[in-house]
């Protein structure tokens, strides 16, 4: 069985890449509104805030899986197809990560200092500047790790694209076992596939730690 690993890793990076990148466009303002909204935050709204959290909260219990079924025909409307190639994974894997990556950041800015946004006040700066150039810049580092780690929950929903056909590592992983049902552990390619999804895993995660340590001007991630 020939696995082409360019096509393969290529796919796996694709869907994580963009689907996260979809997820952020989305899910960073609202998890600003959360924040802003909540009981301590600039705009108090606890009417707006409760109903946002009941809906972030209902698209992180449905299981990827079953979003990926839930969303076919979305999928078919807008891409002309509902399966068969990578890129019908990546709607499924943004309705499944967005309303994390919302809870991620609004958990991000409740970690700023109160006391740096009161100074921000005091000097005259206006709601919209705090959030700008106080709450974001201050929760950056903390924001960077929750991007490594939305992207490393994503390339593990990956794995969900076997079911539509959509290709990537960890769907080929599966297939593999499939057909060599007898002798798949005693196969090079299993593994080095195995070894693939690994590499991506572990540069995403201390790629994003790096960072992170970089514009953490507390220091104390180690």
């Known amino acids: 069985m020939q696995i082409d690993f360019w096509k393969i890793s ?24 959360l ?17 946002l959290g009941i809906i972030i909260n209902f698209l992180r219990s449905v299981p990827c899986l079953i979003l990926t079924v839930i969303l076919l025909p979305l999928n078919r409307f807008l891409l002309g197809r509902g399966t068969g190639v990578w890129y019908t994974m990546i709607i499924p894997l ?13 958990q991000s800015l409740q970690s700023v200092d109160c006391g740096v946004m009161e100074a921000a006040k005091s000097l005259g700066a206006s709601d919209m500047q705090i959030v700008k150039n106080v709450l974001l810049p201050e929760a950056r580092s903390s924001l960077l790790l929750g991007v490594a780690i939305t992207l490393v929950n994503v390339l593990g929903y990956t ?4 079911n539509i056909g959509a290709g990537g590592i960890i769907s080929e992983i599966w297939s593999y076992y499939s057909k060599n049902t007898t002798d798949f552990l005693s196969s ?14 572990e540069v995403i995660q201390e790629f994003g730690l790096l960072l992170a340590k970089k514009l953490d001007k507390r220091k104390t991630l180690k």
């Open 10 to 33: 290529m796919e796996t990076l694709l869907m994580t890449f963009l689907s996260t990148i979809l997820a952020y466009m989305v899910g960073l303002p609202l998890g600003v509104l």
């Open 35 to 51: 924040h802003i909204t909540s009981k301590k935050g600039l705009y108090p709204n606890k009417p707006l805030n409760l109903v």
């Open 94 to 106: 943004f309705f499944s990560s967005f309303a994390y990556v919302a809870r991620n950041v609004e």
């Open 159 to 162: 794995s969900f694209a076997y």
């Open 188 to 201: 090079y390619v299993f593994w080095l596939m195995i070894v693939l999804v690994v590499v991506f895993v």
